[in-house]
């Protein structure tokens, strides 16, 4: 299979990330490499990138180039960013690492940037209208969308490296410090008329470093049960906890503090007041983290090449099917169980009463119900469990993902652990337990109805007839151990339906 890398060369690291193409236009990364080279630092007194940051920059990219070599890596996007696109050196500098490490990096232009770091977002989140905030060393860029179209965009000439050096101020308290960035961030943002005037329902999605330590320290302040920041939200009353936590620490005390990266903690302060300055100029009552952007950008254009003009439509079902693609589950099978399993579900909601919301949960539990298998069968409906929970799919929120995982789980409804239900009592909501249960029996009917793998039932038409329930099915071939199978699931039914169930 084809190996592709993405180098991104900023302002405060560099960063390599390697992904396997999958047929049919998927892909997934199998490794990664972040080495910390603040090109940005203190390039306001001339412009020019230090040579102690360019000597730093080779030594990593020589790595990279490593890496890449043992790999077999068939195609390489490197490019470079604000602090290089600023640097008057940059030719030179463009130059000599292309020379020393092999490498051919392009400098991207800010609109340029601006569309790989929306290709990131757009193809891998369910979000119809958002604005996107992207946070560099050197750079902070606002990009606003609305039914899959760029509407605004801003680059602002100021990031985490170069607000901490702009207000670094040993006179002044680290608290005055930030304030003091936060203070002129809002001045800036205020000139941005269209973040002003943003209307209510469009949501904040936060990209970069800087979100992504904010969300792994809000998980461990909350004890949020699940190890994911893809998707990951954060209250604007949680954001400011920390924020106000945070602008009054010292140095050395960050640097203590558990999910704050290593090369981020002088920083950290500047990004958040950044990120407050947002929040309040668009009135946004919380964020959601990416972990998609530019990098990502060049990975769904280098798999799928439509993306460039047309993002992917089914944002979770292309993330479920590189999912059962790389862990070469029979898709047909899946396929077969989610189309049963979605038929039954319209079929009973006369009993179930569920809202829509609850079949994407299905739709999800149902195409990766088998991927656990292919850690081992026996106890395969738990590892399916813990493969959906760690399968960071796009195109799902976490409390989609959860059900999901709890759906797979009862499919034999033995598996079904209420302690474990309570590790995600933050996440999921009072009426999410009877309607798992409910899930659960159909994934279980749906799954029997294609024992044999060979698709041999067609259709289904349930009746409700008194205190029973006829499930008519449509056959194609023998399908007597699919029946049977099916018709073991009774007393599950009649659990969580309180009716008793007749296959036919």
């Known amino acids: 299979m084809e190996k592709i890398a993405v180098i991104d060369l900023g302002s405060n690291s560099a960063r390599l990330v390697l992904a396997e193409i999958l047929p049919n236009g998927h892909f997934v990364v199998f490794d990664e490499l972040k080495e910390t080279v603040r090109l940005g630092q203190d390039m306001e007194r001339d412009g020019f990138i230090k040579p102690s940051r360019v000597a730093q920059a080779i030594k990593t990219l020589k790595m990279f180039r490593k890496l890449c070599d043992s790999y077999g890596v068939d195609k390489v996007y490197a490019f470079a960013t604000n602090a290089v696109r600023r640097a008057k050196n940059q030719k030179s500098f463009i130059e000599e690492i292309n020379t020393v490490c092999g490498f051919k990096f392009k400098v991207l232009s800010e609109e340029e940037e601006a569309q790989h770091i929306y290709y990131g977002v757009i193809n891998s989140m369910d979000i119809s209208k958002a604005v996107i905030v992207d946070l560099s060393g050197s750079s902070m860029q606002l990009i606003c969308y609305n039914r899959r179209n ?266 079904f652990n209420m302690s474990e239900w309570n590790k995600y009592k933050e996440i999921v909501e009072e009426e999410d337990l009877p309607a798992v249960m409910r899930l659960s029996v159909i994934l279980r009917i749906a799954e029997s109805l294609d024992r044999t793998m060979n698709s041999c039932i067609k259709d289904i038409n349930c009746d409700v007839l008194g205190d029973s329930v006829i499930m008519k099915t449509e056959t194609e071939g023998d399908c007597s151990l699919e029946l049977k199978d099916a018709s073991e699931a009774a007393s599950e039914f009649a659990r969580a339906y309180r009716k008793n169930l007749e296959i036919i």
């Open 150 to 415: 760029i509407l605004y965009r801003e680059n602002l000439p100021f990031g985490t490296i170069t607000l901490t050096e702009l207000f670094k101020d040993p006179a002044l308290s680290t608290e005055e410090q930030t304030e003091s960035i936060y203070e002129y961030v809002s001045a800036q943002l205020s000139k941005v008329e269209w973040l002003k005037n943003i209307e209510p329902d469009y949501q904040l999605i936060g990209v970069g470093g800087a979100f992504r330590n904010l969300a792994r320290i809000s998980r461990r302040v909350r004890k949020y049960p699940l190890e994911m920041l893809h998707n990951y939200v954060v209250a604007r009353d949680g954001f400011n906890a920390i924020y106000d936590m945070f602008k009054t620490l010292e140095p050395e005390k960050r640097n203590r503090i558990r999910g704050l990266g290593a090369g981020r903690a002088d920083i950290f302060p500047a990004a958040l007041a950044c990120i407050k300055s947002v929040l309040e100029m668009g009135s946004f009552e919380q964020l959601t983290v990416s972990g998609y952007g530019v990098r990502e950008g060049f990975m769904f254009n280098h798999a799928v090449p439509s993306t460039v003009e047309k993002p992917i439509s089914d944002i979770l079902g292309y993330s479920a099917y590189t999912t059962m693609y790389f862990s070469d589950v029979n898709i047909r099978h899946s396929e077969q169980v989610c189309m049963l399993a979605i038929q039954l579900f319209k079929q009973l909601r006369v009993l179930h009463k569920l809202p829509r919301f609850y079949m994407k949960v299905l739709r999800i539990a149902a195409l990766l119900h088998d991927a656990g298998s292919r850690i081992k069968f026996y106890n395969r409906y738990k590892h399916a469990y813990y493969f959906i929970l760690n399968s960071n799919l796009c195109g799902a929120t976490h409390r989609e993902i959860v059900l999901a995982a709890f759906v797979a789980l009862g499919i034999r409804s033995d598996d």
